[in-house]
C-alpha cells in the first residue's frame, strides 16, 4: 500500500484564489520531502525540498512566495499555491525520504490542479 | 551534459518480449540506484532499489548496475500490456538527493 499519502488528488480552483495540497508520511518519519512538478509527457520537475522545522529550500527559477511550503512535522508537508493562475495548472507530486530503508524515495499520489 | 540520461522513447514491444531500459549517469559519487514506474495521471511508484554493483531481481523485473560504466538496467521479461508506463530511473546520494533520468515512455502491445 501507498508510504506516502497525498490530497486532494484533483482540485479545480478559481483564479486568483490559493489552494492547498498535503503530503504526509504513512509508515515513517520524514525530515525531507520534496515536491515536484510535472507537465504532461515531461520528466519530474523539483520545486523545492521542504525541512521538517525549517524552512523550505526552492530550486531556482521556483517563486517562494507564490508556492508556500510548511513542513510543521515529521509526517506532514503542505504547498500551498497562493493567487493561483491558469498558467499554474499542473500535476503536483511530492515524495518523501525514508532513512531507515537507505534513504528511499517515496512519492505521493499526485495532484491534479486546474485553475479556471 | 545532464547527470543522468535516459532515452525518453517511446519504446515499443509485442506482449511477452524481453524489455531493456537503460541510464547512464556521470557522478560516481552516488550510491543509489532506483526504478521507478508511472502510471499517466499518477505518481511514480517505486519498483527496484540497489546501492550495489550486480543484479537484483524481483518477479519479472531485474535491475542491474554497472558502476564501472556508470549504467544502469533495467529489464522486464514476459513484458505484459499493463507494463505500458513511463519507467524513471533515478540515482541517489546522501541527504536524499536524487536525480531523476526523464523517463522513457513503454508500450507493450497484446
Known amino acids: 500500500g501507498a508510504v506516502v499519502s497525498q490530497h486532494p488528488s484533483r482540485v479545480i480552483c478559481k483564479s486568483g484564489t490559493s489552494v492547498k495540497i498535503e503530503c504526509r508520511s504513512l509508515d515513517f518519519q520524514a525530515t525531507t520531502m520534496f515536491w515536484y512538478r510535472q507537465f504532461p509527457k515531461q520528466s519530474l520537475m523539483l520545486m523545492a525540498t521542504s525541512n521538517e522545522g525549517s524552512k523550505a529550500t526552492y530550486e531556482q527559477g521556483v517563486e517562494k512566495d507564490k508556492f508556500l511550503i510548511n513542513h510543521a512535522s515529521l509526517t506532514l508537508s503542505t504547498l500551498t499555491v497562493t493567487s493561483a493562475h491558469p498558467e499554474d495548472s499542473s500535476f503536483y507530486i511530492c515524495s518523501a525520504g525514508d532513512q531507515g530503508k537507505g534513504n528511499t524515495i517515496y512519492f505521493g499520489e499526485g495532484s491534479w490542479l486546474t485553475v479556471v | ?110
Request: some cysteine.
Open chain 2, 1 to 110: 551534459q545532464k547527470e543522468v540520461e535516459q532515452d525518453p522513447g517511446p519504446l515499443s514491444v509485442p506482449e511477452g518480449a524481453i524489455v531493456s531500459l537503460n541510464c547512464t549517469y556521470s557522478n560516481s559519487a552516488f550510491q543509489y540506484f532506483m526504478w521507478y514506474r508511472q502510471y499517466s495521471r499518477k505518481g511514480p511508484e517505486l519498483l527496484m532499489y540497489t546501492y550495489s554493483s550486480g543484479n537484483k531481481e524481483d518477479g519479472r523485473f531485474t535491475a542491474q548496475v554497472d558502476k564501472s560504466s556508470k549504467y544502469i538496467s533495467l529489464f522486464i521479461r514476459d513484458s505484459q500490456p499493463s507494463d505500458s508506463a513511463t519507467y524513471l530511473c533515478a540515482i541517489g546520494g546522501g541527504g536524499f538527493k536524487t536525480i531523476f533520468g526523464a523517463g522513457t515512455r513503454l508500450f507493450v502491445k497484446a
